[in-house]
C-alpha cells in the first residue's frame, strides 16, 4: 500500500512569489492535514480538510490557503512568500475527520524563500 | 489554546540504557495523545499512542505512561539501539470537531553503540 506521497520534494522561491504545494493520500483516506516545521516554531498545524471541505484552521495568516478535490489529493498555496515562510511542510492522512484515527505523515516538502 | 512541553530537548544514552522523555499538557479537554519518531529526511512517523481512558500502553521496547490528573504523559523505551535515534515528538488532541492538534518542541535521542 503506497504510503502519503508529496511533491515537490524540494522547492526554492524568491520573497514574494507564490507557491503550491501538492499531496496525494493514502488511497481512501479522506482527510487530508496540513503542518508546517521549522527549527524556531516546531511542528504546528496549518489546517485539515475532509471531503473538500476545511474542517479545522490553525493560526496562520490568509496568505495560507488550501484545497482538497474530490479524490482526496490536497493541494496548499502560499502567496506573497516570506523569508520566515522557509520551513518544511508536511501533509498527513487519516480515514476520517476528528480526534480518533491515526495519522500518516508524507515525507515533506523542503520550502526555501530567498 | 493548548500548550505542550516536552523534556528533555537531547537524551544522549549508551545501548542497551532506557530513555524516558515527559511531556506535559494545559487543556483538560485533550484526550488522545500519540508519540511519533522523526528520521532524518522523514516525515514523523506515529510509534504509540494513548488515549484518556487509558493509564498505560506497551508495545514491545516502547511504552507510554498517561496521569490526566498532574496532565503529563511519558514515553519510555528499553533497550534502547542505535537505530532508535531519531528526533520524537509527543502531541495531545481534543476531540470532536475541533481537535486542532498541539505538538511538543521534540527530543533528539541519540543512542551511542
Known amino acids: 500500500k503506497a504510503g502519503v506521497t508529496q511533491t515537490p520534494r524540494y522547492l526554492i522561491k524568491t520573497r514574494g512569489q507564490q507557491v503550491t504545494l501538492s499531496c496525494s493520500p493514502i488511497s481512501g483516506h479522506r482527510s487530508v492535514s496540513w503542518y508546517q516545521q521549522t527549527p524556531g516554531q516546531g511542528l504546528q498545524f496549518l489546517f485539515e480538510?475532509?471531503?473538500?471541505?476545511?474542517?479545522n484552521k490553525g493560526n496562520f495568516p490568509g496568505r495560507f490557503s488550501g484545497r482538497q478535490f474530490s479524490n482526496s489529493r490536497s493541494e496548499m498555496n502560499v502567496s506573497t512568500l516570506e523569508l520566515g515562510d522557509s520551513a518544511l511542510y508536511l501533509c498527513?492522512?487519516?480515514?476520517?475527520?476528528?480526534?480518533?484515527?491515526?495519522?500518516?505523515f508524507g515525507p515533506g516538502t523542503r520550502l526555501t524563500v530567498l | 489554546g493548548e500548550n505542550v512541553e516536552q523534556h528533555p530537548s537531547t537524551l544522549s544514552v549508551q545501548e542497551g540504557d532506557s530513555a524516558v522523555i515527559k511531556c506535559t499538557y494545559s487543556?483538560?479537554?485533550?484526550?488522545?495523545f500519540p508519540w511519533y519518531k522523526q528520521e532524518l529526511g522523514k516525515g514523523p512517523q506515529l510509534i504509540i499512542d494513548i488515549r484518556s481512558n487509558v493509564g498505560e500502553k506497551k508495545d514491545q521496547r516502547i511504552a507510554v505512561t498517561l496521569n490526566k490528573t498532574a496532565k503529563h504523559f511519558s514515553l519510555h523505551i528499553t533497550e534502547t539501539q542505535p537505530e532508535d535515534s531519531a528526533v520524537y515528538f509527543c502531541a495531545a488532541r481534543g476531540a470532536g470537531g475541533s481537535y486542532i492538534p498541539t505538538f511538543g518542541r521534540g527530543t533528539s535521542l541519540i543512542v551511542h553503540p
Open positions: 487543556d483538560s479537554a485533550s484526550n488522545y
Open positions: 480538510y475532509f471531503s473538500e471541505t476545511q474542517r
Open positions: 498527513a492522512s487519516s480515514w476520517t475527520s476528528g480526534a480518533r484515527d491515526e495519522q500518516f
